[in-house]
């Protein structure tokens, strides 16, 4: 099974993955936006985590998942 941590790259988000990474769990996507001007990124650099996503691209595919779900 997989994690997903949104914010992750965040301040709470970040210490989150760090707390699974813990517990053995590696098999997180992170979902977040990084944008140009941020270095959030630096609070990813020692985590283990599977994937990461921005947060635009997350929303479109879960309102993607809604529309098949609904029809």
Known sequence: MKAIVTGGAGFIGSAMVWALNQRGINDILIVD???????KWKNLRKLKYTDYMEREEFIEQIEDLMNVASM
């Open 33 to 39: 936006h990084l944008g140009d001007n941020t270095e």
